[in-house]
Every structure is written in C-alpha cells, then in structure tokens.
C-alpha cells in the first residue's frame, strides 16, 4: 500500500521515539502556568473566544497525529466531533447527569470507529481510499442529522431539531468551583488539550509508539517483521476518534449547543488546513495552526472581504503547489538551507 | 401488483440514472486518470449554472446542456493545466488542492451569484402507466444516462482517441516515447470528463435546482459509486450505480431518501471489505 507516500521524514527534525528532556517538562509546566494565569488579566470576551479554540484545537491534533504519525489522512475526525457532542447533548438533556453523558459520549464515538475502521482497515483498502471513505462518513452524517428537523426525530425524548441543532446543551457539573462558567470551560478545555498532549507525546515513545512510526515508514517491513500492522491502524484510528469525540463534547458544552455544522465540509477542510498550515510534522503544530487559522478567518470576517471559504480556498491550494511540505516545514528547510549554504560558506 | 411493479421500476431506474450521471464525469477522472478531484461537485454545480444562466439568456433548454458541457469542459482544461498537472502522482496534495478549489468555487459563485437556489422548469408533463403518473422527465434523465455511458464507452473502446487516452493512463512514459503528447492528452482527457460533468449537472437543474453548495450532495454518493466500481471505470460505475440504485430506490420509496443514502453508504462499506478492489477488481481487460 502506498501509505509513504503521505508519510513525512519526522524522524530527522523531532527524536519522538526518545522520552522528552527537561526542558520539555519545563515548556509543559511554563505553559500550564500560563494557562491557569491568563483568565485573569483578560476580558469575558477574549476568554470565550479563546475557550472556542480549545476543542479544535484538540480536533486538529486527532487528525494530525494520525496523519504525521500513523500516515493516516482520516477526514472523518469531524464525523466523530460531531457525534460526540450530539451523544453527549441528547444524553445529558434527557438525564440531567453530565458525567456518564461525557463517557458514553466518547466510548460511543469509539465503538463506531471500530467497527468502521474494520471495515476499512480489514478489508486493506489503499490509503486514499481511506480518506476518500472517512469523507463520504461525515458527509452522510451532516446529511441524516440536517434531515431530521420534525416532531418525529427524536432520541430518548431529545428533539434532533435538524438544520437548527440542539440549544440549551447542559455544562458539565465539575467537582470544582470556578469564579464563572466561562472560567470552568477555559480551565477544563485548556486543561484537557495538554493533557492530550502529553499523552500523545509520551505515547510515541512507548512501543506502540514505535511501532507506529514504523509501519509509517515502511508497513510492509513491519508487517515481515511480524507486526500486525491493521490492528495498529485501527488502534490508533479509535483513539483519535476518542479524542475527536472529546473535542466534540467540549465544543458543545462551550456554546451550550451542537448542530449540523459540527460535521460540515468546511469544518473538515479547515482542520486539514489547519495540520497543513502548523504542519503535521510536529505534535504543537496543529494547535498553533488551529489557533493562527481561527483568528485569520475571524478577522477576515470582521474585514468583510465576503466569502470566508474563498480565501481559505486560496490558501489551501497555494500551500500545496507552493509550500508543499507544509508552512512551517517549508520554513524549516529554507532555514537550513540559508545556515548551509550562507553561513558555513562564510566560514570556509 | 403491477402498478407496484411499474412503481418500484420508475424508483429504481430514476434512482440508476441519477448515480450514473452524478459518478461519470468523476468515473473519467477519478477512475481512468486516479486524480481525486473533491471539486467535482463544485463542476456540476458550475453546469448547472451554465444552463440556467444559458437559457435565461433566451437559450433552448436542451441546447443549454450543450453549452454547460462546453463551458465545464473548457473550464476543467484550465483547472487542468493551472493546478492539476502539478500534482500528478501525488495523490495526498491533488486531494487537498482540488479541496482548495472547491472551497474557492462555492465562495466564489456565492460572491457573484448569491446563496439562492435558482432553477429552470423543464415542463414536459406526466406520462401515465397503469394508472401511475410518472413525470416525463425522469424518463428523459433514465435515457440521457444510458446514451452518455454508450457513448463515453464507444469513446473509450471504439476510436482512436480512445486508445491513446487508455494508452497513456496505462503507462505514459511508454506512451510519450511512442509519440504521444502525454500532456495534451491529460488535458484533453480531464477536459473531456469535466465537460460530461457539467452536461450532467446541467440535466440535473430541472430537478433539483442549482445552489453554490449543491456539489456538497452529491460528492459523497458519486465518490462510493465510483470507488466500489473499482479499476473498470465505466464498467464499474454503471454497476455499482445499477447496486445502489437498487438500494437507495427501494429504501427510499418506502422511507426517506436519508435512509436510502444511508442504506448505500452501509452496503458501500461492507462491499469494501468483501471486494476491497471495487466490484470489477477481478477484471483485467475493458472499460
């Protein structure tokens, strides 16, 4: 199969097999830090527009860290997005709890990776046929949600409300009090991203990890050497989906309300433009990309340039034509080549 | 009993011809020359707008296809040389470019033309079988559809353009060193493809309208029909397109269309597992 054809040569700018140093730790900590400081110094307004950042954030770093480290384009994270915050809206809506709502609203989301990802991953389709079926899920799903405005479509008593969505989505009951419920949602949205990160990070190194970088690079080897390489895949399909469907619950409880768009092809696109744009070779670089990409289409909404998707539409095939190892790898090695070329012939 | 035969009958063959027109355009350029093209709604809907506009400048309804299918054409030949011949062989960044360009062409036909469906009526009546009265057009969709497979098929198998096209997806360093512009002829071929996609949206119009976001319905079902159809594009689509028709009309006509799709979208999955290569993947020789 030609999974190495999407994969990218991380291993010589980022040693993730190695576990992360000090000063590693010291960023995770700084950055923690940072987080728990920020509410206060900054507006209701600013704190719920970067709250909103969180959850794609944590979207954007499903689908990367498939993409970069497992050589997996799945546009179907979304698809898992979206799920998660609907199970999660129709079940804390129809038992008031918002605990086990939040579990079975990412166990759920899980099960049916599974069990597409069997069908998939099993059956060896090629890697773009992977993409091309994750795409056609989520589109499907937008479909059958938007479908069902109506008295007639409802879940446990929970009307579906089709193109309008479900408002009035509880917040989740923490066990901590927060000054506000804008704090609660910036404190557990931030929290659980970095959590995620670290996870993901120490992962690598682990021999899953491993394994996984392995089969990027070369899954025919892996699969002589006795691994079996598409029960990794499906591995490290279900998690992600697991976090997509996290993300999901956190964006719903951010705006207290999940609809159709949740699944959208624009929200599919943008977070693939999101993994380009910070590149898919680092862990960081979807968040930073999700955040930078975020603002930029914020702020051409308050320029009234019109369409948004035009000029995202623009960038993304620019990217690909001009930088196409991605934004900031591009950077990368246009950096080394001016250290090689410009510098050391200096010293020569 | 026999009106429910002609029923379930008119379901299945609207349902046949709605998946061969949305899947052949893609079946040319997806299937014979592997460029995933996540635009390919957005060509339809740019046909449909062909015609409309066509026609309200005092056009003949039937002559407005023809337009659109020129206008597609010449567009996708553009598209062709300004982006797609970069990528070739890239499989990754084609699907995130012409991603690229379908975004940009939704925002761009809402900047000029506005969010709105428009629409054109093509007002040929009902025809009446068995005391069901069935509207003409479907009938007239269920032909276009069998003409334009026969003919892309004749194109393919019978002349020599054909051929060369065949030729050089097959293996076109051998065809370059036989003589031929391999360039040209991936132009002409995504050009060919793109102008039988804006044909088929143009004849979709009098159905379903035409909206910027209109490619958004149906790239999901043409890209499975095409996919499950497997290495045999024309073969392979109409196939596919004959199973899912079955389905989606079925389920369709005793629920709702979601359902149908839906019911499609399963059987697509599990068809992927059991023949992973598409329905003709054991295939070697054709169209």
């Known amino acids: 199969m030609g999974f190495r054809s999407m994969t990218v040569r991380i291993d010589e700018m980022t040693r993730t097999a190695e576990p992360p140093r000090w000063w590693w730790w010291a960023a995770i900590i700084a950055v923690t830090i940072m987080l728990m400081l920020l509410p206060s110094y900054l507006k209701i307004s600013q704190i719920n527009g970067i709250s909103k950042l969180f959850p794609l954030g944590l979207l954007a770093v499903s689908m990367g860290f498939m993409w970069g480290f497992a ?83 409802t879940v446990l008593g929970v009307r579906l409300n089709g193109q309008n969505g479900i408002p009035t989505v509880p917040s989740l009951q923490l066990p901590v009090e927060f000054k506000t419920e804008l704090h609660a949602i910036f404190y557990l949205a931030a929290g659980v991203l970095v959590l995620v990160y670290v996870g993901l990070r120490l992962l690598l190194t682990t021999k899953f990890g491993r394994a996984l970088a392995g089969i990027r690079e070369n899954p025919r080897r892996m699969e002589l050497l ?25 964006r719903a409880v951010w705006g207290n309300y999940v609809g159709p768009q949740m699944f959208d092809l624009n929200q599919a696109g943008q977070v693939v433009i999101w993994v380009i744009v910070g590149g898919r070779t680092t862990l960081l670089g979807p968040i930073v990309g999700a955040g930078g990409v975020q603002y930029l289409a914020a702020w051409l909404g308050t320029q009234a340039v019109g369409q948004i998707s035009l000029i995202l539409g623009l960038v993304l095939m620019l990217v690909v034509l001009v930088f196409s190892q991605g934004l900031l790898p591009s950077l990368g090695i246009a950096f080394a080549y001016a250290r090689d070329h410009l510098i050391l012939r200096r010293k020569i | 009993m026999l009106q429910q035969v002609v029923a379930y009958s008119y379901q299945i063959g609207f349902s046949f011809s709605i998946f061969v027109l949305i899947s052949l355009g893609l079946a040319i350029i997806f299937g014979m020359m592997r460029v995933i093209n996540l635009a390919q709604g957005e060509f339809l809907m740019l046909g449909a707008y062909a015609s ?95 003409v334009l497979l026969a003919l892309s098929w004749s194109l393919w198998r019978y002349t020599r353009f054909g051929l060369i096209v065949r030729g050089t997806m097959q293996n076109a360093h051998m065809a370059s060193a036989m003589g031929v512009n391999t360039g040209r002829v991936y132009m002409l071929t995504f050009g060919f493809g793109s102008a039988i996609t804006g044909f088929t949206g143009a004849a979709l119009v009098p159905i379903f309208g035409a909206s910027p976001t209109m490619g958004g319905y149906y790239i999901a079902k043409a890209f499975i029909t095409v996919i499950s159809g497997g290495p045999l594009p024309l073969l392979g689509t109409a196939t596919a397109s004959a199973l899912f028709a079955t389905i989606d009309g079925v389920v369709s006509y005793r629920t709702s269309s979601v359902l149908g799709e839906i019911g499609v979208l399963l059987v697509a999955i599990v068809l992927l597992r059991l023949l992973p290569l598409g329905v003709t993947g054991r295939l070697r020789h054709g169209v």
Do not use: H
């Not at chain 1, 991953?121 to 499907?140: A, M, W």
């Not at chain 1, 490290?236 to 999901?248: K, M, Q, R, W, Y």
């Not at chain 2, 020129?70 to 499989?91: D, N």
């Open chain 1, 71 to 153: 050589g997996m384009l799945s546009f179907g994270q979304t698809s898992f997005f979206g799920l998660g915050g609907y199970i999660y809206a129709v079940l804390s809506l129809y038992s008031g709890e918002t605990s086990w709502p939040l579990i079975a609203a990412i166990l759920l989301p899980m099960l049916f990776a599974l069990l597409l990802g069997y069908f998939m991953i099993y059956g060896r389709i090629s890697d773009i046929y992977f993409s091309v079926v994750t795409l056609v899920v989520t589109l499907i799903l937008e479909k059958a949600i938007r479908s069902t405005s109506g008295d007639q479509y």
């Open chain 1, 226 to 250: 006795g691994y079996d390489v598409r029960r990794y895949r499906l591995g490290v399909f279900v998690l992600c989906s697991g976090i997509a469907a996290l993300a999901g619950v956190l």
């Open chain 2, 52 to 146: 409309i506009y066509a026609v309200k400048a005092g056009l003949n309804i039937w002559l407005s296809f023809l337009v659109a299918a020129v206008v597609v054409g010449i567009f996708g030949m553009v598209v062709e040389r300004m982006l797609i011949r970069f990528l070739y062989g890239r499989l990754l960044d084609t699907l995130l470019a012409t991603w690229g360009l379908s975004l940009f062409l939704v925002g761009g036909v809402t900047t000029l033309l506005g969010p709105q469906t428009e629409s054109v009526a093509a007002d040929l009546g009902f025809v009446t079988i068995s005391g069901l009265a069935m509207p003409k057009y479907g009938l007239v969709l269920m032909v276009i559809a069998g």
